[in-house]
């Protein structure tokens, strides 16, 4: 594949910059791959490992000459990296995020960009609960989609590179605006997460089960929560202060649907369990279908584990 | 392996019970396996694909001469089951189960079991989001839990006899009472079963985005809840229906939990956030040392789909 852009600086090195840099070089979407990382022990390991090409010890200097920016930062410091790097970015380049929210990232880097860079927010739809500098891979972003939030005024062709870098590496692209991406985050990712952490949290707090118990018996379901709810602690307390407002909202739907389905346990409505419980299927058949997950039964762990 | 019971008849042939039939037969547990399905449907495919030996349109003429029954039906079917076939039964047998709910099924089955036959109600924590005759596989319980749960009377012989059959199949057996059992599967299983529910309905309800969004975008988290929101309605619904009590108090405190994370988020307490994603991370490493599920990134998915 052609390369797309010339230079192109990770800034912040975790699971999805690694992967970043992986999938460019897997596919010589870049010319040269720079990086900065805050912590010293991870650029330590970015340079062991070969990450970039080259490591900075500041933002400042990894996005001096570089044609692509990727902050990969929590999206709680987005705003005092903007503010370093701002006076050292390169007329004509392109700056772009991964954070999984997308109003409050734009409200912190936007004021920051100055004239002639371009600012296009984005959100691959990707990760596992695994983190740091040593847990990316190139066909992270393989099959899964990437939204772009493009600001207004930014032109097409830089819209367009950006996407066939994401393209590239093997990404779905789509764009749309901040508050429809926030909302859709807040059902498919945020709420879920949430949840997730509250029943581990439950189960971790129980005096009555003992910690043990729920681990050896885990397999029962509950195993599965506690992959998502083993994600980046300050990744996930970012994204629930940043999109607050979406998130409540979906929370209130939750809990009024929840409080139906207790009501229905508690008066021994079966038909109402029943119908509510088929209907939920259709929606598991439509992301298999749409290639979103495996069909192997227990998404496949059998054969992981072996 | 030696044989260890002479003829089992399964009651019900889904998921657990032709996994039962797969693992007995691999590793040469019973001399003889017949089965019985309520539908005509099902019977048809188990005689079409083998599954067992011989395939009996009543439970009463399945038991007859069985030196173990399983009980392989929701948990809502037993004490209509159990009354059929109770006349039928061979003294000295032993009849089991394999229901997700423990003082229900001893409420419906225990009275009807005649004298001489050994009732020990047992669970083994497997499964996958599939269902039906076609859906068993003889690894299923590899290093799975069974919980058995014997009646007080029940010669020891004839819960080490049980205890064995389960150990051939490859699972680890532990014994602990009726209420105990309950409480610690709402923990691991039905609460989280009814929250993933719960959940993936939410999103199909919701107006402002769509179900297509939903699908295409559930890599995000959203789609490990659809797993276990595909499983088998008429068997959940029963889980709900006689678990109630237990249900009820673990989702009493996951709505608390859940009301104290909602506030935190509303009041923008990040280091509250902080704390708890933290600590539920713990609980995934146990899990994993614990050898009840894999380390492999996404659950291992990427080489389940390729």
Chains 1, 2 share one sequence.
Request: hydrophobic share 45%; aromatic share 6%.
């Amino acid at each position: 594949m052609p390369v797309v852009y010339g230079r192109v600086a990770l800034i912040g090195l975790g699971l999805i910059a690694s992967s970043m840099s992986h999938a460019m070089r897997a596919w010589g979407l870049a010319g040269e791959i720079v990086g900065h990382a805050r912590t010293e022990e991870t650029r330590r390991i970015a340079a062991e490992i070969g990450l970039c090409d080259r490591v900075f010890e500041t933002a400042a200097e990894a996005v001096q000459g570089a044609d692509l920016v990727v902050l990969c930062v929590p999206v709680g410091a987005m705003a005092s990296v903007a503010e370093e790097i701002a006076p050292h970015l390169k007329p004509g380049a392109t700056v772009t995020d991964v954070g999984s929210v997308k109003q409050a990232v734009i409200d912190a880097v936007a004021p920051h960009i100055p004239e002639g860079v371009h600012f296009i927010p984005g959100h691959p739809l990707a990760g596992t609960e695994h983190s740091g500098p040593r847990s990316g891979f190139a066909t992270l972003f393989r099959n899964r989609w990437c939204l772009l939030v493009p600001s207004e005024g930014v032109p097409a062709e830089a819209v367009a590179r950006l996407r066939s870098l994401w393209e590239g590496m093997g990404a779905n692209v789509e764009e749309m605006d901040a508050a429809h991406h926030d909302l859709v985050l807040a059902v498919t990712s945020h709420t879920p997460h949430l949840i997730a952490y509250t029943m581990v949290g439950v189960a971790d707090d129980l005096r009555r089960v003992t910690d043990s118990e729920v681990i050896k018996y885990s397999a029962a379901g509950f195993r599965d929560f506690t992959r998502i709810a083993a994600s980046d602690p300050t990744m996930w307390r970012d994204v629930f202060l940043t999109n607050k407002d979406a998130t409540l909202e979906i929370l209130g739907r939750f809990t009024e649907e929840l409080f139906a389905l207790q009501r229905a346990i508690r008066r021994g409505d079966g038909d109402h369990l029943h119908a509510y419980f088929t209907r939920t299927r259709a929606i598991r058949r439509g992301i298999i279908e749409a290639g979103q997950d495996t069909d192997a039964p227990d998404f496949g762990r059998m054969k992981a584990s072996r």
